[in-house]
């Protein structure tokens, strides 16, 4: 089989798979609970034990073969530390970690946002990781990204609920988060009024990269934190007309006999996305219970999960290896740089571990048959920080390689599955309440 040379590459590069402390004599003998176990620890441990030293955040990428194209290790992504603040809470909660380790590392990722560049409160894509500076995601986009920031408010919220009831210390904690938080001008990237918001804004080209945020995609909870600011909160109007298209985003259609629920056909021509559009915005907005005037959102998740296993299991173009074990489609490095995976013309025989893994709350029996395979049938696949990037059967393609924004989705999505910890603690946050009512929702 084709994971076996795949296994023998890796051999000849020297990198093997590390399991959890608690790990059986073999993957074979683990239990579903252990597997669950083993996973959250490893993803886990790129954010922790992976971090960049000074700043304590994620690194953008970990590549085990030591080679850096673009010579970047210690650039840090704004984003993917989001997931990662997340991420270190689920090691609090299973004994990864004490709650003083976290703590420690909290107190320097928060002193280390409070003096990086931000643009109106906004922080860019990637910040360098000894200096807090900006450092460019693309020539024009050397500011304020509104995207990433809302990731890393997200989780910064998420953490603030975690520990606001704590020591004097942990209060503080919460204090400088609530800061941040407050500081983020989210109506200034509406563009002067405009009904909707903007990804970027740059004190070197203002708005040229002219990136409104219209139509489904990843972004709901910035949409839900732009209206919750109890500082610079848009109006309603901005997510009635600008993300929600004036009702046009609630156009669904049907795929594989399942509902879409929502308009995918705005950002593509496809009728589904990639999976991490049922990902970012849910590490801490909880899908069940959640709907508005346009859809369901559970509905909306768990069915495109569904849509990329049925598609995986019809194989329409004939890779190898897809099937019941082997599905998942995400923007992830490709066998020919990085690309937008997802069913149909975006389709290029290559599966990234994320997509699947991600979804446990959505799609519990197949998202565990894909990680039994990767543990033991093709534990070539993993690597000291879990699952490698993406992988190709057909192309008999695999990099021991590894990106914070799709491994931070793993251990904090498998424990909203087994204990809703992130759901519960973000949905209390009185402004995220605040927000949701503004716009419309119907939550629990």
Avoid at 28 to 50: C, K, M, P, V
Avoid at 122 to 141: C, I
Avoid at 379 to 390: C, E, N, Q
Wanted: hydrophobic share 35%; proline share 5%; net charge negative.
């Amino acid at each position: 089989m084709k994971h076996l040379i795949i296994g023998g590459l890796l051999l000849l590069l020297g990198v093997s798979c590390t399991n959890a402390p608690e790990e059986a004599n073999s993957n074979a003998d683990l239990s579903d609970t252990q597997l669950l176990d083993t996973i959250q620890y490893q993803t886990f441990q790129y954010f922790w034990e992976g971090a960049e030293p000074n700043s304590g955040m994620a690194r953008e990428r970990i590549h085990m073969d030591g080679v850096y194209p673009q010579n970047d290790q210690d650039v840090i992504t704004l984003g993917g530390s989001g997931f990662g603040v997340m991420a270190i809470l689920v090691g609090i909660e299973r004994g990864y970690i004490t709650r003083e380790q976290a703590l420690e590392r909290y107190l320097r990722i928060i002193e280390f946002l409070g003096k990086a560049d931000r643009f109106h409160g906004v922080w860019p894509h990637w910040l360098e990781g000894k200096t807090g500076k900006a450092k460019p995601f693309s020539k024009k986009d050397d500011g304020g990204d509104l995207v990433e920031t809302a990731f890393m408010i997200q989780g910064l919220l998420t953490v603030a609920e975690y520990f606001k009831d704590g020591s004097a210390e942990e209060k503080q904690l919460v204090a400088d988060i609530n800061q941040l938080w407050e500081e983020v001008e989210w109506d200034w990237y509406t563009k002067g009024g405009e009904d909707v918001l903007y990804w970027h804004w740059s004190p070197n080209y203002g708005w040229d990269m002219n990136m409104p945020i219209s139509g489904y995609n990843e972004c709901l909870v910035m949409y839900v934190l732009a209206a919750s600011s109890p500082t610079h909160a848009i109006q309603p109007e901005a997510y009635h007309k600008g993300w929600a298209q004036n009702g046009a985003i609630a156009n669904d259609t049907v795929y594989y006999g399942l509902n879409t629920v929502l308009n995918f056909y705005g950002n593509g021509n496809e009728p589904t996305g990639p999976m991490f559009w049922a990902h970012y915005s849910y590490l801490g907005l909880n899908p069940k219970g959640l709907s508005d005037k346009y859809g369901d959102y559970w509905q909306l998740n768990q069915n495109q999960a569904m849509i990329h296993y049925k598609y995986a299991v019809d194989n329409p173009k004939g890779f190898e290896g897809y099937g019941e074990n082997q599905w998942g489609f995400t923007s992830s490095y490709s066998v020919d740089g990085y690309s937008g995976h997802h069913p149909g013309d975006a389709d290029l025989g290559v599966i990234t571990p994320t997509a699947a893994l991600s979804s446990f709350p959505y799609t519990p029996k197949e998202s565990m048959q894909m990680l039994r395979y990767l543990y033991i049938e093709a534990d070539s696949l993993v690597g000291k920080y879990g699952p490698y990037d993406a992988y190709s059967v057909s192309a008999n393609w695999l990099l021991p390689r590894y990106l914070a924004i799709d491994q931070g989705p793993i251990p904090v999505m498998i424990e909203n599955y087994r204990s809703g910890l992130l759901w519960n603690l973000f949905m209390k946050n009185e402004d995220v309440q605040y927000g949701l009512n503004r716009l419309g929702f119907s939550h629990n």
